[in-house]
């Protein structure tokens, strides 16, 4: 049978019956605040000497009314935050973009193909936070395509540089050719891959202005530094090879390497 407690003097009784009473009625109503979701966004690639993207906008507050106040990237992995974005209602801006002379000193001079993670820290209106990581790779926009042939100093060697960001800088180097001699320099849109002088003719004969004849040094060099244009879209690819006059050639030609850059 429940107990019924009377009288004016307040009893253990009394005390337990309004605790049953009051306090289901001021816990009523009050939804328990969630924490928002860190998303540090999918495997990244970013080209050797560009900016890198750190992308958050997957992130988000479950909670009507609430936002991510605060965005917060360890990009060395060693637990303490390098960058933040922070920003009132509709929230802080999720996508941070890092210079080079910002992200070398923290990570050191990057090396291609080794896989870098970062730490994500998404802070909400309410302090509440969460945790996210991604993974990332530095990568070259350059590829040796192989198909050099021999002369009288070897193989003559051309290699790419430049990150071919819109009006950054490129540099296309041959070494190792027949000194003071006419090389051959072939630039084309689409790779070929046809037999020729006793080689492979690897980028087609497309664009217009090539085969541009140039003079070799005395060391058997050929140095371009031009800028990469405006404008390339994405993806897009186009190849190079030198083809030099030299008699110790199969059919007095000697062919560099070809190579392809690809615009990030």
């Known amino acids: ?71 917060e990237w360890d990009l060395d992995d060693d637990g303490n935050f390098d960058f933040s974005t922070t920003g009132g209602a509709p929230g802080a801006d999720p996508v941070l973009v890092i210079q080079p002379n910002e992200y070398i000193p923290l990570l050191g001079v990057p090396v291609e193909g080794l896989v870098y993670g970062f730490g994500l820290r998404a802070t909400d209106s309410t302090g509440l936070s969460d945790f996210d990581t991604a993974m990332f790779v530095f990568t070259s926009p350059w590829a040796d395509l192989g198909n050099s042939l021999a002369g009288t100093n070897g193989a003559p060697l051309l290699v790419g540089e430049g990150t071919l960001l819109a009006d950054d800088p490129v540099t296309l180097s041959l070494t190792s050719a027949l000194d003071n001699t006419t090389a051959f320099f072939i630039a084309g849109l689409t790779q070929l891959d046809a037999p020729f002088k006793g080689g492979v003719l690897v980028p087609n004969l497309d664009l217009a202005g090539f085969p541009l004849a140039l003079p070799t040094g005395p060391l058997g060099e050929i140095i371009i530094n031009s800028t990469w244009p405006a404008g390339i879209p994405s993806g897009f690819t186009t190849y190079y090879q030198y083809w030099v006059i030299d008699p110790a050639g199969p059919v007095g030609f000697s062919a560099s390497n070809a190579i392809s850059g690809t615009t990030p």
């Open 1 to 71: 049978m429940p107990t019924v407690c009377f009288g004016a003097r307040r009893s253990p009784c009394s005390t337990v019956i309004a605790s049953l009473l009051v306090f289901p009625v001021l816990g009523a109503g009050v939804a328990a605040q969630s924490p928002p979701v860190a998303d540090a966004g999918d495997f990244s690639f970013f080209v050797t000497g560009g900016a890198i993207t750190l992308d958050a906008s997957g992130s988000s507050d479950p909670d009507a009314g609430d936002f991510i106040e605060t965005f």
